[in-house]
């Protein structure tokens, strides 16, 4: 009996552990170039592809560890619609084969509702998240998956801090899944609320975050002190 018992409890371990490992990458939007080069110096996005190449960037970091390592990634695609309008280049498709290229199971959004449900179904459907990684703009109260795309320099669909224990369920996440937001000013308060609320830190940039290097093959970097 004790040795069934303990057989058990093994492949329950074992099943845990295996459904337990996906990532979850939430890629933001980008401005409208025509837009922003109107604002000078205060212009976002020169390059359409700043998330998603931070995206893949991360994943091939966390292959590199874990060649199994599995992804959800959550794109906001009303902005890359946009854009490729605006470029007349079929942006959504090269998302479409990026996210083939890396085996990860895409999922399209076309608002923040979206995203929150599609990341409780991550964490339901395909086992508990074990990381979560955001890259988009943002300020120090809410991931801002739409910016200067539909209104200039404004956003229309945002994950706002106060949304968070309303919106992403607790329990999608495993104990002690790494988070990080490699939008701006997230570390000044969003970081505290995502902690209240799920019970895990985020780690967040206390001023802008800098996607120059993501052409350069390496993740973003902070101006700031990185917070959780």
Same mark, same amino acid.
């Given at each position: 009996?004790?040795?069934w018992?303990?057989?058990?409890? =093994?492949i329950?371990?074992?099943?845990f %552990?295996?459904?337990?490992?996906?990532?979850?990458? =939430?890629?933001?939007?980008?401005? $409208? *170039?025509?837009?922003?080069y109107l604002?000078?110096?205060? /212009?976002?996005? #020169?390059?359409?592809a700043?998330?998603?190449?931070?995206?893949?960037?991360?994943?091939?970091?966390?292959?590199a560890?874990?060649?199994?390592?599995?992804?959800?990634?959550?794109?906001?695609?009303? !902005?890359?619609v %946009?854009?490729?309008r605006e470029?007349?280049?079929?942006?959504?498709?090269?998302?479409?084969?990026?996210?083939? /290229?890396?085996? !990860?199971?895409?999922? $399209?959004?076309?608002?923040? #509702?979206e995203?929150?449900?599609?990341?409780?179904?991550a964490?339901?459907n395909?086992?508990l998240i %074990?990381?979560?990684?955001?890259?988009?703009?943002?300020n120090a109260?809410?991931f801002m998956?739409?910016?200067? #795309?539909?209104?200039?320099? @404004?956003? *229309?669909?945002?994950?706002?801090?106060?949304?968070? +224990? $309303?919106?992403i369920?607790?329990?999608?996440?495993a104990?002690g899944?790494e988070?990080?937001?490699?939008?701006?000013?997230?570390g000044?308060?969003? @970081?505290?609320?995502?902690?209240?609320a799920?019970?895990?830190? =985020? $780690?967040?940039?206390? +001023?802008?975050t800098?996607?120059?290097?993501?052409?350069?093959?390496r993740l973003p970097v902070?101006?700031?002190?990185?917070?959780?």
């Amino acid at each position: 009996m004790a040795r069934w018992l303990k057989l058990c409890f =093994l492949i329950l371990c074992c099943g845990f %552990s295996s459904a337990s490992g996906v990532e979850v990458i =939430l890629t933001g939007g980008v401005a $409208l *170039k025509s837009w922003e080069y109107l604002r000078g110096p205060a /212009k976002h996005d #020169n390059w359409w592809a700043n998330f998603v190449r931070a995206s893949t960037i991360r994943m091939q970091m966390q292959r590199a560890q874990n060649p199994k390592q599995e992804f959800v990634w959550i794109v906001y695609r009303p !902005a890359y619609v %946009s854009r490729s309008r605006e470029e007349g280049v079929d942006y959504v498709s090269r998302i479409r084969e990026t996210a083939r /290229k890396y085996a !990860a199971h895409l999922v $399209l959004v076309d608002s923040s #509702n979206e995203a929150c449900r599609a990341i409780n179904r991550a964490g339901r459907n395909r086992g508990l998240i %074990s990381s979560f990684i955001y890259f988009g703009h943002s300020n120090a109260h809410a991931f801002m998956l739409d910016y200067s #795309n539909s209104i200039i320099g @404004s956003s *229309k669909q945002w994950i706002h801090e106060k949304d968070i +224990a $309303l919106r992403i369920s607790r329990t999608a996440f495993a104990p002690g899944a790494e988070c990080v937001s490699y939008g701006c000013y997230t570390g000044l308060s969003m @970081s505290k609320y995502w902690h209240a609320a799920l019970g895990i830190p =985020l $780690l967040g940039n206390t +001023a802008s975050t800098r996607y120059q290097p993501v052409g350069e093959g390496r993740l973003p970097v902070g101006t700031g002190s990185w917070r959780q």
